[in-house]
Nanobody, 127 residues
């Protein structure tokens, strides 16, 4: 069992930054992959970044150079640093975990690979 809780979302102007956090209150043994997904109205849920148990990261091309994923193992917290935000980044952002990271690029991740999900935190980027 694993409880995930996202925070840090909000409303910002284009070009500004946000840092999302995901706290794992209960950890499921064997879970080695954590990822951030986002879903905008009318669009499918898509992965933007992942990190495995060794700290290896994978970033989607659409956000590479602007977003970075990291974790603090001591506090069981996952982060998504989002810089130079654009209106197209507006979405509900979700934290998810799986036994392992899919062996494909984040653009090809499917939601059914991931076992546990947080409730989401809203990010809105507008002028």
């Amino acid at each position: 069992q694993m409880d995930l809780a996202e925070s840090g979302g909000g409303s910002v102007q284009p070009g500004q930054s946000l840092r999302l956090s995901c706290v794992a209150s209960r950890v499921t043994p064997g879970g080695h992959c954590m990822a951030w997904f986002r879903q905008a109205p009318g669009k499918e849920r898509e992965a933007v970044a992942s990190i495995d148990s060794y700290g290896t990261t994978d970033i989607a091309d659409s956000v590479k150079g602007r977003f970075d994923i990291s974790k603090d193992n001591a506090e069981n917290t996952l982060y998504l640093q989002m810089n130079n935000l654009k209106p197209g980044d507006t979405a509900m952002y979700y934290c998810a975990t799986a036994f392992d990271c899919p062996g494909v690029e984040p653009e090809q991740y499917t939601t059914d690979h991931f076992d546990y999900w947080g409730q989401g935190t809203q990010v809105t980027v507008s002028s």
